[in-house]
Structure formats: C-alpha cells, structure tokens
C-alpha cells in the first residue's frame, strides 16, 4: 500500500474571521462562546482537549482528555493521580491543553499552573459519573503495567463483586485537576494560512490581548 502524499495534503479555510472587537476584552467570556458553537455545530465531543504534561527535566507527553468544568479558577479534567499524566504534574505542576473543533476551523490554546481541585469536588462528580466509569476507575491501576486483559477483567469483577448493593466511594488515587489559564490563544483558520490568532495573557489588572501572526 503506498504511503499518502503528506506534502501534499492541505485544508482550505474559509470561515468569518476573528478580529478585536468580535473577541471582547474577556477570553472567558470568549471562550463560552466558541464552546457553544461547537456544541450548537454538533462537533463530536467538544470537550475532548489534547494535554501536554512534562517531566521536571522537560521530557513532554500528550493525550486526549474531557473538560469537565471551567470558570474563572480555570479548567478541570479528571484522572488517576498515579497515572503518568498525575505524576508528571506532581512533580512539574504546569500544563497546555488544545481544543479543536474542526468544521468551525477554530483551536484554542491554553497553557498554566496545576493544581488538584478540593476533595470535595471531586466527590461531587464521582458521585454522578455512570456506575461503570465508577468501577474502572476503582479497578484500573491507571497507566500501571498490567499482565494482560483478562487480569483487568477479573479486577473489574471483583470491585463490581465487592460493592455489589451499595455506592461506590471515590478512590483516594482519583480526582479532579484544575488548570489556572495564565494564557490563552484563540485560532480561526483563514483563506491563504493567514490565520487569524489572539492571545490573551493574564495580568495584575485582568488580560491583555495582543494578535499574533500566522
């Protein structure tokens, strides 16, 4: 099977662009916006992000997360915290996450300090997640090696044995994230890869706003 030409592949970008006016002074505000659109657009998990973590020596890894919560404190996603991507911000408690919503040829880029969200809020959503996501999450030790499948299915048969009749508490090992958005770009794709792109970066008195080029 040949190899596809990716010299040759290319995206024509044809949407209403981005200027000052249209994004406001709030990226926040701006940012609901844009999420809305997505999901009025019907885009298949417009919360999914991409999130980069890094070593303390600097050595990056990426994956796909769920924003499952955002306000003024920031952005919050879930996981194991001794899955690899909770080590890594345990040990360098910074993060980037990118959001792209593709038939809107937009992204979004957000980068800032880590911290976990209080115990409490992660009880909250742990509480209403399905029931299965429940038991994985008790059952998985998240990015642990494991000697194969069927060992990961007879842990979720035993949690599922175990709490059989009765809710399922949190594990101490799970919870929420919270990134604080230091800095934030907002990307509208244009004709000619003259994109538009506006990058907000919090300061003492609240964001300054500058555009970038393409």
Known sequence: MESPDLAR??????HDGLDEQAAGDDPLVLFDRWFDDAVTAGVHEPNAMAL????????PSSRIVLLKGLDDR???????????????????PWAAATMLWHPLQR???????????PEEESDAYFAVRPRGAQIGAVASPQSQPIADRRTLDQRVADVEQACAGRD???PAVWGGFRIAV?????WQGRDSRLHDRLLFTRAPGGWTRERLAP
């Open 9 to 14: 592949m290319r995206s024509e970008y044809a």
């Open 52 to 59: 980069a973590t890094a070593t303390p020596q600097g050595r």
């Open 74 to 92: 920031g952005l919050v996603f879930f996981s194991g915290y001794e899955s690899r991507k909770g080590r890594e911000l345990s040990a360098n």
């Open 107 to 117: 992204q979004v880029r957000i980068e800032g300090s880590v911290t976990r969200i």
């Open 168 to 170: 399922i508490e949190r």
């Open 182 to 186: 230091d800095s934030i770009e907002f």
